[in-house]
């Protein structure tokens, strides 16, 4: 085969350290998996229902490139109800996703050269995405003794001439991290001090457990520097329907709709349909998942609090993110060698930053009774290599 010179950005970049897992468990029977971040539950009936209908009725055409003006409409009422933050229909574009959501706002604000932020630990897509703009993505990374929640003073230190934007995810992933409204504000103080554009990744808005939500974008001062990204897939327990929205003021969303209209035309037909059943009855479904998410966190949380893996309690999204530092490997060790002894896959925390290592993303999106399976099998392989680490130990005549 013939040999050809490609972009030396896309042959630079490294694949998704999730899909590494997941595609290794993938080829094993018997594996649990708390790796991929998705729903266990099935979209809801009256949601899969509307998109049977609009096929039914024929609805299967294009449409406008924005999406269904009576979806942006709900999305709009969706957003003041849930966030307090108003945007008119024509501030709100319906996506193929989240992440098309975030690539196209990067596209449409960085000029080669501009620095984005990126709180670590966080979405592995996050800096490739910032490379493939064109911009350069700057690591802040956050502690556990802060429960992983940005600090406006790390925030403050990272920021340069350069710095064009950062990228703000609450709930978080991989943590779970969530931040109230006092905390938010102080980051704004910071945001409009240097005049920056904050992407609020909020795609785990529906799945927060112990307080209200707070939308970066009602933060005041801050709708006129927020691109608000949301979307179907967590909540709603909608990923296969690849459908996100985002709302942003005008002058972003002018500029990321034709990025749009020339990379996908429009978002699914039949999803957005469906999405408009969401968000007009969707909140009984989404109460009840969160109830049961609930239960798992604390969980899970509690069980490897137990097994000597300390675990910050996560206000939201779907993942427990519990140190392994105790045992005495990395995480690349750690989750390789669980999956292959004791078949459970998790994801290491180095694949979300440099803040990750010594941590492992375990995902609760899955049944309570696989839930307890994988602690037990957790448990025994940490109790085995604990024990292994003690006996080395003893016979050099060292302490553990």
């Known amino acids: 085969m013939k040999t050809f010179t490609l972009s030396e950005t896309a042959t630079s970049l490294k694949p998704s350290g999730i899909r590494k897992f997941f595609d290794l468990a993938s080829g094993m029977e018997g594996v649990i998996s708390l790796g991929v971040g998705e729903p266990d539950f099935v979209t809801p009936w009256n949601v899969r229902e509307a998109a049977i209908r609009s096929l039914e009725e024929g609805y299967t055409a294009y449409t406008a490139n924005a999406g ?222 969160r109830k049961s998410y609930k239960q798992r966190r604390n969980f899970i949380v509690k069980s490897f609090n137990e097994m000597g893996l300390t675990c910050h309690m996560p206000g939201g999204a779907f993942y427990a993110f519990p140190s392994i530092r105790s045992t005495g490997m990395t995480s690349e060790q750690f989750a390789e060698e669980l999956l292959l002894e004791e078949k459970v896959a998790v994801v290491p925390g180095s694949v979300f930053g440099e803040s990750g290592n010594g941590y492992i993303r375990c995902s609760y999106a899955t049944s309570m009774e696989q839930l307890m399976e994988a602690v037990k099998r957790i448990k025994r392989f940490v109790d085995k290599k604990r024990d292994k680490t003690m006996n080395v130990l003893s016979q050099k005549g060292g302490e553990y």
């Open 68 to 289: 269904l003006l009576e979806l942006r409409q709900e999305a709009s009422s969706y957003f003041k109800r849930k966030f307090d933050v108003s945007y008119d229909a024509s501030e709100i574009l319906i996506t193929v996703g989240a992440s098309e959501a975030i690539d196209i706002a990067l596209r449409t604000i960085i000029n080669p050269g501009d620095e984005v932020l990126v709180i670590e630990p966080c979405f592995v897509a996050y800096a490739p995405l910032v490379t493939l703009a064109g911009g350069i993505p700057i690591s802040v990374s956050t502690s556990p003794e802060n429960g992983f929640k940005l600090q406006p003073e790390e925030l403050e230190a990272a920021i340069t001439e350069h710095t064009k934007a950062m990228l703000l995810c609450s709930p978080s992933n991989p943590t779970g991290t969530s931040l109230n409204k006092d905390e938010l504000e102080a980051i704004a103080d910071v945001v409009e001090r240097y005049n920056l554009i904050v992407l609020s990744d909020e795609i785990y808005a529906e799945l927060m457990y112990d307080e209200a939500y707070t939308s970066f974008a009602s933060i005041e001062g801050m709708r006129d520097h927020t691109i608000l990204i949301s979307g179907f897939s967590k909540g709603f327990a909608m990923t296969g329907w690849r459908l996100g929205m985002v709302a942003a003021p005008v002058f972003f969303l002018e500029h990321m709709l034709k990025i749009h209209q020339y990379m996908l035309m429009c978002a699914p037909t039949m999803a957005q349909f469906a999405a408009i059943e969401a968000l007009r009855a969707g909140d009984r479904d989404v109460i009840a998942m």
